[in-house]
């Protein structure tokens, strides 16, 4: 009785300080659909200039309809900055892929450029997306920088070669952990502990499932096309076979994909605070795959137009399997004030959005 | 959610709405009633203020999400998206850029999805064959040289072996080829050469630098030397058209158009690009055999050699080959090519 009294007193408390605040997220298919191919068309027409703009049309979409405690998202990001880290972007693709094609000295040049780029095209492009997100009027940002995307970018990524690939788990924690606790809101730091064992062992299921899996397919089918009485396989029997392999390897890459990135979606959000707020993210196997899987499917059937279809839903599974659990309000964040001042100098006008894709 | 009650305000009587302030500086809200009388903007509430309309601006309709008026003192009011704030912009002299209209109806909609049927079309049959025609003409010589050399050793290390054929027998071939008038005024300068074709049988390509590669298991194939003055004029044409450099061009250029517009679909975009790659190259060799045609009726030589010898080299194709081969190969099927040829006007050599 006492129990159940403090028990209630202490839900009581937490209710009025904050508790659990699930994120929503409004957007419906049929609306996204319409705002996707006007972007579309006026992409194309004006020979992908206008994508810039259909980028940040897009992301206020998303932005906006996703909702925490009552108050939406805000996207800010400039067109002109998008416009201008896109045609950085397609510049090297071009040269990469047309002169790349033709002269191997560049080719090797180029690659040896990329490779220079990655870790600061990495922090670029988290700063633009971070620095222009916005909750309740004020920001997100990035602390992240070069040197630091550098070391858990290249330095850990030795390790993964030294090792013969055994480290990529422990690199991929490394890395996501440090984009994550770089992140910020207002004044104040994310903090991300995600366990390193949490992420090798979907991984080594995963690689277990894929050795085992392959192990019986080839006792299942290596027999039935070679000891057909020595003679040669048929064609019906080779295609089966290709058949047979294909479905298995679209199988395991959806159904081993959806396992992988649940639970290490799962694990880095369950380890993430910020300040008093707990991250909560309960991503299900199944639920996941059922969703890509669908997603797929209809995407083939409707030559791509169900792509805007598929991004919603997406979303709304995210939204609906995260949460933050609080135990305090989350009225009290507070705009940082030195990056505040920075954003209307004139050094935000040198953020270039490097992400590509419509 | 936000309960948006529209109501009058207590003390004008004009109509207000319900909003959260923010003063941009902390994640607080406030709960304020803002009303408008055209010039003014009037918030009362927790917070309490006057704007002139042209210092606030409201965000753009977006489906049915929250609308945003920012205040020129960094703060802002989240409020539904209801049909007054429509007629609000119009006084305040700003106007979107109406697509949310567009947006909102499915008349353009539909006609946007035509439209982008059509653009993707013409962009994929005219535009990037077109420009990468033009971009073709601006690779250096030098460079498209060292791509060449470069094939060639490969071929030479792996595929072929040193031409078997007598010397007497090469010059031969390349004496009678040099005299062939080209159509359309000059050929691209080449360079013939013959290679024992160990694993790659029968065949013949052309290098970008002018370099025409041919086996010596296509000349025993061919039972009249015209064959393999077809095939070489059907080479030649690969040069005359640059079509290396263009194909080249062609699907990077796809690439990057496919991965901007199509990215976040990984896998399905590549191959998508790939399979749309494939159509450029079989129109390049309906461009080189069109070539051939003319060369061979330019010399008085029936074009029906080159079917022949199609005819020998892909005798499955030739009576049609599988239906999927029509899409999924690099050459159109050998029927295909063979009518072509012959459904070209008949030559003086015929008669």
């Given at each position: 009785m006492e129990n159940d009294l403090e028990n209630g007193l202490q839900a009581h408390e937490l209710q009025e300080q904050g508790a659990r605040n699930e994120f929503v997220f409004t957007g419906r298919g049929s609306e996204y659909f319409r705002i996707w191919i006007v972007n579309l068309l006026l992409s194309i027409i004006t020979l992908g200039i206008y994508s810039a703009w259909a980028k940040v049309r897009r992301e206020q979409y998303f932005h906006r309809n996703s909702l925490l405690a009552d108050s939406a998202f805000e996207y800010h990001g400039n067109p002109i900055s998008i416009l201008k880290g896109r045609l950085l972007v397609v510049g090297l693709l071009f040269a990469n892929n047309i002169l790349g094609g033709l002269n191997p000295i560049f080719a090797l040049v180029m690659g040896i450029v990329f490779l220079v780029a990655t870790p600061w095209i990495i922090c670029q492009a988290v700063r633009f997306r971070t620095w222009n997100t916005s909750w309740r009027g004020v920001r997100l940002g990035f602390t992240g920088s070069y040197a630091g995307v550098a070391k858990v970018y290249f330095l850990n990524g030795l390790l993964v070669l030294v090792t013969l690939g055994f480290a990529a788990p422990w690199w991929l924690n490394r890395f996501q952990r440090y984009l994550v606790s770089n992140l910020r809101f207002g004044g104040e730091q994310f903090e991300s502990e995600a366990p390193t064992w949490d992420y090798y062992k979907p991984l080594l299921v995963l690689f277990a499932f894929f050795v085992v899996g392959a192990g019986v397919l080839g006792a299942i089918l290596v027999p039935a096309v070679?000891?057909?009485?020595?003679?040669s396989p048929s064609q019906a029997v080779v295609s089966s076979v290709v058949v047979g392999f294909l479905i298995f390897y679209v199988g395991l890459y959806l159904i081993g994909g959806s396992y992988v990135r649940a639970r290490l979606s799962n694990t880095l959000w369950n380890h993430t605070r910020i300040g008093q707020h707990q991250f909560e993210s309960s991503y299900r196997t199944l639920r996941l795959f059922a969703l890509m899987v669908t997603n797929a499917l209809a995407i083939l059937c409707t030559l791509g137009l169900f792509a805007p279809f598929a991004k919603v839903r997406m979303a709304a599974y995210r939204a609906e399997t995260l949460a933050l659990d609080s135990a305090d309000s989350l009225d009290v964040f507070v705009a940082h004030q030195e990056e505040y001042a920075r954003a209307i100098?004139?050094?935000?006008?040198?953020?270039?959005?490097?992400d590509l894709g419509f | 959610m936000l309960i948006l009650v529209s109501e009058a305000h207590p003390e004008s009587g004009r109509v207000a709405i319900r909003g959260r302030y923010f003063?941009?500086?902390?994640?607080r809200p406030l709960d304020v009633m803002v009303s408008s009388d055209g010039s003014s903007l009037y918030i009362s509430g927790e917070y309490e203020a006057r704007w002139d309309v042209s210092a606030v601006s409201i965000s753009e309709r977006l489906g049915r999400t929250q609308r945003k008026i920012l205040l020129p003192d960094d703060g802002l009011i989240e409020v539904p998206d209801t049909p007054q704030w429509d007629a609000l912009p119009q006084q305040w002299g700003r106007s979107g850029l109406g697509l949310a209209w567009l947006e909102s109806h499915w008349r353009p909609v539909m006609a946007s999805l035509l439209g982008v049927v059509v653009a993707c079309a013409a962009l994929y049959v005219y535009a990037l064959p077109w420009l990468a025609g033009h971009l073709a003409e601006q690779i250096p010589v030098a460079w498209v040289n060292k791509l060449s050399v470069d094939t060639l050793e490969v071929m030479d290390r792996f595929y072929t072996a040193p031409s078997k054929l007598p010397a007497a027998r090469q010059k031969q071939i390349a004496d009678v080829f040099a005299q062939w008038s080209p159509p359309g005024g000059a050929a691209p300068t080449y360079q013939l050469h013959f290679r024992d074709g160990v694993h790659i049988g029968p065949n013949a390509f052309a290098l970008p630098s002018g370099d025409i590669v041919m086996t010596d298991q296509l000349v025993a194939l061919a039972s009249d030397d015209r064959e393999i003055l077809g095939v070489l004029a059907h080479e030649l044409g690969h040069l005359q058209k640059r079509h290396v450099v263009r194909q080249l061009m062609q699907s990077a250029m796809l690439a990057i158009v496919a991965n901007v517009f199509l990215g976040d679909m990984g896998d399905i975009t590549g191959s998508a690009a790939a399979l749309l790659n494939l159509r450029y190259s079989r129109d390049f060799e309906r461009e080189a055999d069109d070539y051939a045609v003319s060369m061979m009726r330019n010399n008085h030589v029936d074009p029906e050699r080159l079917a022949v010898i199609l005819r020998k080299l892909d005798p499955e194709g030739a009576k049609g080959g599988e239906e999927g081969s029509r899409y999924?190969?690099?050459?159109?099927?050998t029927s295909e090519r063979i009518k072509r040829l012959q459904e070209s006007a008949p030559s003086e050599g015929r008669q």
């Open positions: 070679f000891m057909r009485r020595g003679s100098g004139d050094q935000a006008a040198e953020l270039l959005d490097v | 003063d941009g500086r902390s994640t999924f190969g690099t050459h159109p099927v």
